[in-house]
């Protein structure tokens, strides 16, 4: 399984842009990135997810490098809505495992009023 | 569009009784659906995944004859915790794919808790 790195957490302030990185050395040709996010209490959200050109949505957009070993999920104007845990996730492709997704700890976004 | 629904969304049960948990794709045909189990401070763990009208492929560590899951159509699939204990306690999550591949639509959660 190709694995992911993320800070654990983060801080931005109201109205003001984030940006939360994602380190995937190991990503293959065929990996997509999905980027999930998890507020308080409530089950995870999809939020963006790519494979080779950046990506835009009206939540978030997705910047991809060029050599795909990372990416950032990029807020353009955090709110206080915003806080939450955000999940960088390639899941895994093939098989029986088709689609499954294997969460870890997560990036904790804080979002300062 | 692609909503996933759970019931309910909270249960307090005494030990030994057994609870089930249901999880709908309200505007799409879930043709998988996953399973997860999160204790808190923690992530989510996969449980089990299913496919509608086949068996569900349980995770390692995963007692399939404590955790009954059922995906007999599209847009309902069911976990049962059988003989539930306190160590069960848990906020459990499901998620549907099928509405777009590769995304993943989750439930809003059902917290159990097993006194």
């Known amino acids: 399984d190709a694995k992911t790195t993320q800070p654990n957490s983060m801080e931005s302030n109201e109205e003001e842009p984030v940006h939360l990185p994602c380190n995937h050395s190991?990503?293959?040709?065929?990996?997509?990135i999905h980027w999930y996010r998890q507020l308080p209490s409530q089950g995870p959200e999809y939020v963006i997810h790519?494979?080779?050109s950046n990506v835009n949505n009206r939540m978030a957009s997705l910047a991809i490098a060029e050599d795909r070993k990372s990416s950032t999920l990029i807020l353009h104007r955090a709110t206080l809505r915003d806080a939450a845990v955000y999940y960088c996730?390639?899941?895994?492709?093939?098989?029986?495992?088709?689609?499954?997704?294997?969460f870890g700890q997560g990036t904790i976004l804080t979002v300062h009023p | 569009g692609a909503v996933v629904s759970q019931h309910p969304s909270w249960v307090i049960c005494k030990s030994g009784t057994s609870v089930k948990i249901e999880c709908r794709s309200l505007?799409?045909?879930?043709?998988?659906m996953f399973w997860y189990r999160q204790f808190p401070k923690q992530s989510l763990m996969l449980m089990a995944t299913s496919n509608e009208g086949s068996k569900a492929t349980y995770e390692q560590g995963v007692e399939k004859d404590k955790f009954l899951i059922n995906h007999a159509s599209l847009t309902l699939s069911t976990l049962t915790v059988t003989s539930a204990h306190p160590e069960d306690s848990s906020f459990y999550i499901c998620?549907?794919?099928?509405?777009?591949?590769?995304?993943?639509?989750f439930g809003p959660g059902t917290r159990l808790t097993v006194l």
């Open positions: 505007d799409f045909q879930a043709t998988t």
């Open positions: 998620s549907a794919s099928g509405g777009e591949p590769d995304t993943q639509y």
């Open positions: 190991t990503i293959s040709g065929t990996d997509y």
């Open positions: 790519g494979l080779t």
């Open positions: 996730i390639l899941p895994l492709a093939g098989g029986t495992s088709y689609g499954k997704l294997t």
